[in-house]
């Protein structure tokens, strides 16, 4: 069973970066590769997909509202995934969850694509 633990969320201030790492348990040879995504839910809101990407190499994905300021990364040899943020702002508050599935190859930002997910960890970012 694969476990993820998500870590680095934090207050910033406007304008300010964050980085969260997700560290992936419980590989098998079988499932070594997998789609792997970032999902953050704000108060009062449904959870949305921020970012995703496959291990097995390809194309990243981001949601608008990021896109440009959101960088996704999965480092092999640790077994993390990263997202590196970078000129945030107060809409970027939020509970942020790492998610994955080895059922596929492509990633996508649909909540129903992952059947893995970590206990979140929290961004707020406010002056």
């Known amino acids: 069973q694969v476990e993820l633990a998500e870590s680095g969320g934090g207050s910033v201030q406007p304008g300010g970066s964050l980085e969260l790492s997700c560290i992936v348990s419980g590989y098998t040879p079988e499932n070594e590769n997998q789609v792997m995504a970032w999902f953050r839910q704000a108060p009062g809101k449904e959870r949305e997909g921020v970012a995703c990407l496959y291990t097995g190499g390809g194309p990243t994905s981001y949601a608008d509202p990021v896109q440009g300021r959101f960088t996704i990364s999965y480092g092999n040899a640790k077994n993390t995934l990263s997202l590196q943020m970078n000129s945030l702002i107060p809409e970027d508050t939020a509970m942020y969850y790492c998610?994955?599935?080895?059922?596929?190859?492509?990633?996508?930002?649909?909540?129903?694509?992952?059947?893995?997910w970590g206990q979140g960890t929290q961004v707020t970012v406010s002056s």
């Open positions: 998610a994955s599935d080895t059922d596929w190859s492509t990633c996508d930002l649909l909540e129903a694509s992952y059947t893995n």
